[in-house]
């Protein structure tokens, strides 16, 4: 009985140590496959071999001479010096938190940005429909969150749309094909009455006739009023 006992605890043994190598195995070979998937994979170097492209498109754009500033962090617990640098910058304390301030872009205000610059949001101002030419426009210009600066101008009247030089129509010939006003009043009254008004936008419908569709099952004429209803046929 003990060498029996002895024998099965010797082939479980044997199994389960036959089994753990097998299983090494596996989570070998499935390590090294996913050790080469991520040899080949160079997505992660994406963004990096992008930065000098993006950098050439930044260097290429033009230089703005302004700047707009956007304060998106609270000045509770900041030092003094960064305080008053806000407060000489346009948005210090009692100023609201998202409020824009227009900028110049030179050194001086550069380097005041730089030193509190953790606090702001800084985007350049563009002018995409050129500057205001009358102090009239000024009044309806407005700026975007982007910082497009957007300029509303005033619509001339229709007199002073018109220019000096214009030729008159008085000299111009008749044609053929111009339409005096009892032609456009006989024309629409000859619409009206024969119900044709705005029949290009409902065109009629297809009515079958004479049962053509060959479903009279549709129609109850011939089983209403004796059978006098009948209008098919």
């Known amino acids: ?25 596996c989570k070998s070979t499935v390590s090294k496959t996913l050790w080469l998937q991520r040899e080949q994979d160079t997505t992660w ?46 948005f210090g304390e009692g100023t609201k938190k998202l409020k824009k301030v227009l900028l ?29 030419e009358n102090e009239e426009d000024w009044e309806h210009c407005y700026i975007r969150d982007n910082g497009e600066f957007i300029v509303r101008r ?3 009247s229709a007199e002073e749309s ?13 044609s053929v094909w111009d339409m005096d006003i009892e032609t456009v009043k006989k024309q629409n009254q000859k619409k009206l009455v024969q119900y044709d008004i705005n029949s290009e936008f409902f065109k ?7 049962n053509s569709d060959g479903k009279e099952h549709r129609y109850f ?9 009948r209008t098919w046929y």
């Open 154 to 156: 005033k619509i001339p």
């Open 45 to 90: 170097a994406e963004p990096l071999l992008d930065w000098p492209r993006e950098q050439r498109e930044i260097r290429k754009q033009k230089v703005s001479p302004l700047h707009m500033v956007v304060r998106i962090h609270d000045l509770k617990g900041l030092p003094k010096k960064e305080k008053q640098m806000a407060k000489n910058l346009g």
């Open 204 to 210: 009629p419908q297809y009515a079958y006739k004479n």
């Open 162 to 174: 018109i220019p000096e030089d214009i030729g008159t129509t008085t000299d111009r010939e008749n």
């Open 1 to 25: 009985m003990a060498a029996v006992l002895q024998g099965q605890t010797w082939c479980l043994l044997r199994k389960i140590t036959q089994t753990s190598v097998a299983s090494l195995r």
């Open 221 to 229: 004429g011939d089983k209403r009023f004796g059978g006098k209803g």
């Open 104 to 132: 110049k872009n030179t050194p001086s205000i550069n380097e005041q940005l730089k030193f509190v610059q953790h606090l702001l949001r800084i985007v350049p101002v563009t002018f995409p429909y050129g500057l205001p």
